[in-house]
Each structure stands twice: as C-alpha cells, then as structure tokens.
C-alpha cells in the first residue's frame, strides 16, 4: 500500500486494518501470537507517525460527536419541555381556580340582587328572612355565611348562621364600599364574626324606591372547596396555590395553611404582582423561599379599578424537573456506554501515541531543567509534530549548552578581571547589597570576603554620607547618566574612618532593565590628609601674612626711650604696641651683655 494512502484518515486505517487482520487469519488460521503481537505493534506505530493534529481529531471525534453532543442536545430539550410543562400546569391551576372564583362571585352577585328584591329584606322581617338565609346557605356550602346590616350603623339584623352576640359590618370594607358605590362590592380578608372562619366577602346595597340604601347584603366565602378542585389535579408533590386579598394577606392556601393564612406575603412578591400584568409566568422564589415555577391571575369586579384577589400557583423547580432527570438518566447510561468505550479507545491511542512521547520530553525537559546540558530526545521520538518537537528540543539544548559554555566563559573573565583589579571592585544589587567583591575592596575596608558580601553599603558607610548619591543614583537608573562619581567616607571592621572615591555604573539585563550596579571604590585617605594638612599649612601662611601686614610701614619710634607714637599721636611702650597689634607676647629677662654691665656698676 502506498504510503500516501497509509498515511491518510483514521476510518480508512479502522477498516483496513482490521479487513487485513482478518484476512490472515482466514489464510493462516494458525498465526503465532509473536506475529499477531508484531502487527499490533506495527499499526500502534503507524499512529504514532500521524501527526498531532490528527490524532487531535480524531480523538474529538470519538469523544465529542457520540457523547457531547447527544447529552447536551437530549437534556436542553428535556429541561425545556419539563420547565414549558410545568408553566403550563401552574397556569391551568391559577385559572382553574380564578374561573372558579369568577363563577362564585357572579353567581353571588346574582344571589344577593335577588335577596334584595324579597318583600322580607326590605320591610327587615328578620325571622323569615334568618330562614330564607339558613336555606340558601345549606344550599350552597362555598359560602361561610350571609348576613343583613343596617345602612346606617352597620348592626347586623339577620344572619344565615344563628347570631350569638351583636355583631356590626361598619368597619368592614365591604360594608363601606357597598354603601359607598351603591354597588355590588368586594371586601378583604377577614375572620367571620359568625362562622370564625378566614374569609373574603361581598357586599350588596338594597336601594329603595327613593334611590336611598336601604339594607347591605354581606356574603362571605369559604375555601374549602378549593382543596378538593386542587386534589383533582394530579399535580406534582410540593405544589402550592395562595389566595391574596387586595392589601396582600393570604386569605387561603393548600399547604400549611396554619403558618401562613392571615399573613402578608413578601413586600417584592406581592408588588411584582400587583405591577405585573394581568396574567404572567415566571421561575422566582415562593411565598414559602424555595424555588418554583410560578403563575398568578388577578381577580376584579368590573366596577372597581383595582384587583381585590390573586390567585398564585406554584410547583417546585425540583419536583418540575424530577421526570427529566429520570428521563436524562436512562439516556445518560446509554450514552455513558458509548462515551466509555469512546474514551477507551481515546486513552489506548493516546496513551501510545501521545502520553509516552510527551512523558519522553518531559523527562527530558526536566533533566535539561536541572542542568544535565547533553540531553537529546529526537533519537527515541521520531515522526509527526512530536518528532519535529524533538529535533527542535535537541537544538535548544545545543544552543543552550553553547550558551551556557559562553556564559561561563565570559562570568570567568568577569570574576578574574574583578578579582586583579587594583583598586577595590565589587558586583552590588539594586537594594545597595554586596554581591560580589575584590580583594582590594576587602583590604579598604578590613573585611574578609565571606563577611563583606552580604553587607549593604549603608553598614560600611559613614551615617552623615548616606545621602550623598542618592540623586545620583536615581539619574543612573533613569538612564539621565551612564556612570556618577562621589567621595565619601567609609566605617572599616575595625571601626575606623577612610576616605573613598565611589564611581558606580548599571550593568543590565536583556531587556535593557537595570540588574546591578557595578562600583569602583579607590582609597583616597592618604590624599585627604595630605589635602587637609595642605589647608592648614596654607591658613597658617596666611595668618603670618595678615600679622606681617599689621606692623609694616614707618613706624615713629623715640630715639632715646625706644616709645612707639600711634596713630593718634600717643606714645606706647615698645612691647604694648607690638602685642596690641601683632598679637605676640613679652617675656622679660636679661642679656649677657646687660648682667655684665649692671654687675660691673655694682662692683663700682
């Protein structure tokens, strides 16, 4: 087979391969192992020649195509099925129960318009009408009650369920709206007086024939029913509905009513309804703080502006998405086969192909890391990319050896040139650390080499001349000046004083940045003392000048008393004239000369 074509996709190899395999043993059913082993191995070598980029692929192929793509296609549909699925439930179930609340509510509104119209209601005959009541309210078990109020101070005169005390409806808003519009009228939550249950009501005003409010017919409802419509549902485990009065109080709900009924919802829950749309689906958090698909409706007489009920249903995100992930499960072990017996055929390639080659140059990587500079690779690795990558790490490590080779080279004529210098050298850091010294540093400054490197110039530098090179050495770094010159004084070991000239430049990096400053340290004790010795002699020079000056010119002097006449015509005293002016002081004594001529007049 020609190479070009040995060389080509891997499904052309897949069958090949094994169409020849099989061939052979059809022909020589008796092949050795050792043969079988042999061509095994000669096929794991063909893969290992491809190149990268191939095997690449073709191992995206096994993984990606039969795997990947079938989870993440079966479970973004089924996810999205389940969460359409449980928006559709939660609204069937809010409309359900709206529908049926608009039901009642139209079939009270009819009720109590014919309450109004009986002769009883209006000439308030209260035993007939408490039986009228009672009658219709065993008739219809969705009301918690019925009962008559006066226009006027809201007392309640006839009741379906038998009055125990004196009740009133004035404070109520049904009441008050119902008098108010003069129309039928929604309420809010409330515990009935009569039947202690938590309740909504309605009311109805009674006009007369002068157009006046003549009596409020009150009904209330109860929930109950709303249970067993819920329980008809079939609906997941965990699924709620709440009933919500016009202020926010649950007036009902399915489950745990106990801990919930009669209280306000979430100020964010029930705004996000009340400035919604009529109608709306959404995944939020619950009344109760889980997680759940959720629709609300809004429940308005047609003479009101605003809503006097919501209903809201809602169904755990969890228990929404239950029958997917079952249904993900049974894919996922299908698809788990095809995605093992991908990735086995992925790790036997790979680990042949890629995995021991790799292993190859990381291992040689690693000794080549630890400065084993004569390891080569190509030798062991030969074809594709991973085989150009071996030829290619084997010429960086050529050129790595020669480099280093020259780096050594030239750190050892760096090292020798410092070290024979004749005045002090030293490599230093940018934080002022003595890296490496000279001999002749060390000798100025009375160290041994071992204790000098390691110091900083701020320990061997005289505390009043730390500051001196700071400006220059910032120009140095910025680049403003190649190399700075300044003498200062510095502390021996023995802790005494000398003088140095410190001359220092910035050796840099490959990038151009500063790495080290490289300083020259000369010895100039011997010039500063000849220097300052120099000063003094010339300030001595010049005070004998000043002093000669003072008494030069013509002095006037007595010729016979020796008495010298100043300025301002007196006469001084030989001695006080020259000490007064020159500074020179008198000591008296006799000469030779005078002790002879004044004992020879005492001998006279």
Request: hydrophobic share 40%; aromatic share 8%.
């Amino acid at each position: 087979m020609p190479r070009s074509r040995y060389m080509g996709t891997c499904p052309e190899v897949a069958i090949v391969a094994p169409a020849s395999r099989n061939q052979v043993i059809l022909q020589a059913p008796a092949r050795q192992p050792l043969e079988d082993a042999f061509m095994i191995q000669s096929l794991l070598d063909h893969f290992s020649s491809l190149s990268l980029r191939k095997l690449l692929l073709l191992l995206t192929l096994l993984l990606a195509l039969p795997a990947v793509g079938l989870i993440v296609h079966f479970g973004l549909d089924q996810h999205h099925d389940a969460l359409q699925e449980g928006i559709v439930e939660t609204r069937k179930l809010a409309y359900n129960i709206a529908s049926e609340q608009r039901n009642l509510t139209a079939a009270a509104h009819q009720l109590v318009t014919v309450l109004g119209q009986l002769p009883q209601v209006r000439e308030h005959k209260t035993t007939a009408v408490n039986g009228i009541l009672a009658s219709v309210l065993a008739l219809n078990p969705q009301y918690a009650n019925i009962v008559i109020a006066d226009p006027t101070t809201g007392d309640v005169w006839a009741s379906a369920l038998p009055l125990t005390k004196q009740i009133s409806l004035r404070d109520k808003r049904t009441f008050r709206n119902a008098v108010k519009t003069r129309q039928f009228s929604s309420g809010e939550y409330v515990i009935g007086q009569i039947s202690t249950k938590p309740t909504i009501g309605f009311g109805y005003p009674v006009i007369d024939e002068k157009g006046g409010v003549r009596a409020v017919i009150a009904v209330n409802f109860n929930f109950d029913h709303y249970n067993v419509l819920f329980n008809q549902a079939g609906l997941p485990r965990g699924t709620t509905f709440n009933i919500i009065d016009y202020n926010g109080v649950i007036i009902d709900r399915n489950l745990n009513p106990e801990g919930f009924v009669g209280k306000k919802v979430n100020d964010g829950i029930f705004m996000s309804m009340v400035n919604g749309p009529e109608e709306n689906s959404f995944i939020d958090v619950g009344v109760s703080g889980d997680r759940r698909i959720i629709s609300y409706t809004k429940l308005r007489l047609r003479n009101e502006t605003f809503p006097y009920l919501y209903v809201r249903a809602g169904i755990p995100l969890q228990a929404a998405l239950s029958k997917t992930a079952e249904k993900q499960f049974y894919n996922m072990v299908f698809l788990s086969l095809l995605l093992l017996t991908a990735i086995f055929l992925a790790l036997f390639i790979g680990k042949h192909c890629f995995v021991n080659r790799i292993t190859a140059l990381q291992e040689a990587s690693h000794r080549l890391a630890a400065g084993n500079l004569h390891t080569r690779v190509s030798a062991c690795l030969q074809g594709g990319e991973l085989g150009d990558l071996a030829q290619t790490f084997d010429q960086m490590a050529d050129q790595l050896s020669a480099r280093e080779k020259a780096v050594r080279e030239s750190e050892a004529r760096f090292r020798s040139a410092l070290e024979n210098a004749p005045i002090g050298m030293a490599l230093v850091s940018l934080n002022g650390t003595f890296l490496l010294v000279n001999r002749a540093l060390c000798a100025i400054l009375g160290y041994e080499k071992e204790a000098l490197q390691g110091l900083t110039f701020a320990e061997v530098t005289h505390p009043d001349d730390l500051s001196l090179d700071i400006p220059h050495v910032e120009r140095l770094l910025d680049g403003e000046v190649s190399a700075y010159t300044v003498e200062k004084r510095y502390i021996t070991k023995g802790r005494e004083l000398v003088w140095g000239q410190l001359t220092a430049s910035v050796l840099k990096g490959d990038e151009g940045v500063p790495e080290y400053f490289i300083v020259q340290i000369e010895d100039i004790s011997d010039r500063k003392k000849t220097e300052k010795e120099r000063e003094g002699l010339i300030g001595d020079l010049q005070g004998a000048l000043c002093d000669v000056r003072i008494l030069s010119g013509l002095l006037p002097i007595c010729d016979s008393c020796k008495k010298i006449r100043d300025d301002k015509g007196y006469w001084n005293q030989l001695e006080t004239y020259i000490s007064k002016h020159s500074g020179a002081m008198f000591s008296y004594g006799i000469c030779p000369d005078c002790e002879a001529r004044l004992q020879g007049r005492k001998e006279t």
